[in-house]
């Protein structure tokens, strides 16, 4: 069974374009930091939450859908408690994503 887990960037770090892997993150895991690759990604930032599988950020996710993705996976048993950051996050509105997506 394949698991991708959503994770928050903490930081970017700048990877050449010839790179196999493209620009490296470091992704916070509930507390355990992973570098991972964020070729498949190239809009995501620092804070944004990924969905994560085998070393790459397949997907940016707002944190509605952070969250969601979480409770499913606690729900499964196949992880431990919601990270505090994610749990007080304030629900993003559609007004919140049309101004992140001007940016």
Known sequence: ??????????SIE???DDSA?????????????????????????Q???VLVHAGFALQVLDVNEAR???EYLEMAEM????????KSAEPETEDDKKESSLD
């Open 1 to 10: 069974m394949c698991l991708a887990v959503p994770g928050r960037i903490v």
């Open 14 to 16: 700048s990877g050449g």
């Open 21 to 45: 892997t493209g620009p490296l993150a470091t992704v916070d895991f509930q507390g355990s930091r992973v570098e991972v690759s964020l070729q498949l990604t190239p809009d995501a930032r």
């Open 47 to 49: 804070g944004d939450w």
């Open 68 to 70: 969601e993705m979480w």
């Open 79 to 86: 992880v431990g408690e919601m990270p505090a950051d994610l």
